[in-house]
Nanobody
Framework: VQLQAFGGGLVQSGGSLRLSCEFQDSLRSYPIAWFRQVSGKERERVACITNAGQIAPYGPSVKGRFTISRDSTKNTVYLQMNDLKPEDTAVYYC??????????????????WGRGTQVTVSS
């Protein structure tokens, strides 16, 4: 598995979680993005960071609450999620850009989807 997401769980509304995406060293030059998906809906990109640490605009539904960061020494990208809401409930995935050094919005521009991690926010 080239990328793997960890850290999901059950949390109450207003709580916090930190997700981790561990990736193989061969992927260190690629932008890494976090997506989420609710059953029956399309995947939504919530955050993305390049290998240089540039952060793309957050999805409007998470702006101001989620923060993406990258630790190149550990080949890990984090997603700090604060003030969680029931509508944040989803399976969260990380993925890398197929090519290029800039972030992209479309799921089709990404590959190496790891196994997602479930985040459930109770009201």
């Amino acid at each position: 598995v080239q990328l793997q997401a960890f850290g999901g769980g059950l949390v109450q509304s207003g709580g916090s979680l930190r997700l981790s995406c561990e990736f193989q060293d061969s992927l260190r030059s690629y932008p890494i993005a976090w997506f989420r998906q609710v059953s029956g809906k399309e995947r939504e990109r919530v955050a993305c960071i390049t290998n240089a640490g540039q952060i793309a605009p957050y999805g409007p539904s998470v702006k101001g609450r989620f923060t993406i960061s990258r630790d190149s020494t550990k080949n890990t990208v984090y997603l700090q999620m604060n003030d969680l809401k029931p509508e944040d409930t989803a399976v969260y995935y990380c993925a890398r850009r197929r090519s290029g050094y800039l972030c992209a919005y479309e799921p089709s521009a990404h590959t190496s989807w790891g196994r997602g991690t479930q985040v459930t926010v109770s009201s």
